[in-house]
């Protein structure tokens, strides 16, 4: 399935998925250095923690609010 027939909640699903699998391939080994780019500081590891926090720390998609009763007192409203 491709991005145009997923929802917002599976998109972010996925990127979490994506970023902790990220991190599984690049978590430092003994000697604090990244297996895959042996490095210490891993940049690609860097950005999936930031993905991570973005999705967890923020609610960047809300439900829709629920439909607000129309004003009784005003007339030219129906309802």
Known sequence: MTAPFLSLAQIRN???????RVLRDHQPGPD???PTCR??????????????RAATERQLWRPAAPPTEPDREEPWQTG
């Open 39 to 52: 490095t210490a500081g891993c940049p690609v590891a860097a950005a999936a923690r930031d993905v991570l």
């Open 14 to 20: 996925r990127l979490v998925l994506t970023a902790r």
């Open 32 to 34: 604090g250095r990244c």
